[in-house]
């Protein structure tokens, strides 16, 4: 399974691909689309949205996991930080790419077994999981890289899920 993991932001939108195969992880391309700070929010999300249909139309991901939001003081940044979500998720649709959402704690329970990890925790793991040499850079790709590793190991439980609800409403066992 290919795996698109997307750390949303406007100023830089963190991405990494990565390939599953069963417990096997391995990083195909990783990084940042960045939109300059002086230019127009429009703009902007439309750099974001064409540098996502490329690495989406090259790299052919099935799902593209994407981090909630979750924010508790600066609204503005908020709503800045969800349009460019929303251009991301519509990139993925747009794709036809099953779309994975996963909160911030959910990433850090999936990459390090423990909810509350800090950010150095999480890079760490990212690098040791994925047998890089170093530490992706900036944070936010190595963020996108925890998202996609997160739906990695959630993949097998959520077809199980989605298994089990047909098979109740359809009536079939799973």
Known sequence: MRVMGIDPGLARMGYGILDSYGNQLRAVIFGCLETPANTPLAKRLSILFHGLQTLLE??????????????NRNTTTAFTVGQARGVAILAGYEHQVQLAEYTPMQVKLAVTGYGRADKVQVQTMVKTL???????????????LAVAITHAHMAPFVAQEERIRRALSGGTTP
């Open 130 to 144: 994925l047998s890089l040499p170093t530490v992706p850079k900036p944070d936010d790709t190595a963020d996108a």
């Open 58 to 71: 090259q790299y052919q991901p099935q799902v593209m996991a994407v981090e909630e939001l979750f924010f």
